[in-house]
Structures are given as structure tokens and as C-alpha cells.
């Protein structure tokens, strides 16, 4: 069973920075697409950006594009997303996603393995 655990949530002021970290462990331990979503309340699980397994390609929301960096260190089974220029309408839930697939999906079907979540709050 693989396991994804974020971390890096948390409170910051519009225009602020944060880094949220997930790092992935289980069953197989080998790379595979990743991918970031998020969920603000009362809404629907959205994309924000995805990297392909060797990092070599990366896709973005568009109104996310130019603020958030995704990246990934396999060697430590880590997966990154920087966020720069923070808005109070990016406070939300962020979640990891894992596929086993070689498609930078924007879906939530595009992932089977899911973290739980960290909040991140942007104060205005």
C-alpha cells in the first residue's frame, strides 16, 4: 500500500511563501507521476499542477501558473510545491496525488494514491 504524507501548511499573509512537501512510501518506493490538488470549502477538488516521473515535464492550472513551482527529489521520495505571491483565494486544502500511469492527468480519476491533506490560509 503506498502512503503519501504532506507537510509545509499553514497560516501566511497575501503575498507570502510556503513550501508543501509529500513524501511517499509503501509498497513500491518507484517514482511515478505526481501531481497536486486542492479543495477550498464548499468546492470541488481542483488541479494545481503535475510532474512527470523523471521530472522532466510539468503541467499547471493557469491561475496558478507563474506563482507555484512543482518538483521532485526521488532519491528521497519526495514530491515539492513552492507557492510564491500567495492569495487569500488560494487558502484551501492541499493534497498529493500519485498515478501509477504515465499521463500528467488534471483529473482527480488520473490518481489512485491520495495524502490527507494540508490546510493551507492565506490572510489578507
Known amino acids: 500500500q503506498v502512503q503519501l504524507v504532506e507537510s509545509g501548511g499553514g497560516l501566511v499573509q497575501a503575498g507570502g511563501s510556503l513550501r508543501l512537501s509529500c513524501v511517499t512510501s509503501?509498497?513500491?518506493?518507484?517514482?511515478?507521476?505526481m501531481g497536486w490538488f486542492r479543495q477550498a470549502p464548499g468546492k470541488e477538488r481542483e488541479f494545481v499542477a503535475c510532474i512527470s516521473r523523471n521530472g522532466a515535464s510539468t503541467v499547471y492550472s493557469d491561475s496558478m501558473k507563474g506563482r507555484f513551482t512543482i518538483s521532485r527529489d526521488n532519491t528521497k521520495n519526495t514530491l515539492y510545491l513552492q507557492m510564491n505571491s500567495l492569495k487569500p483565494e488560494d487558502t484551501a486544502v492541499y493534497y498529493c496525488a500519485g498515478g501509477d500511469a504515465s499521463i500528467l492527468s488534471r483529473t482527480v480519476s488520473g490518481y489512485a494514491y491520495w495524502g490527507q491533506g494540508t490546510q493551507v490560509t492565506v490572510s489578507s
Open positions: 509503501g509498497r513500491t518506493v518507484t517514482p511515478y507521476v
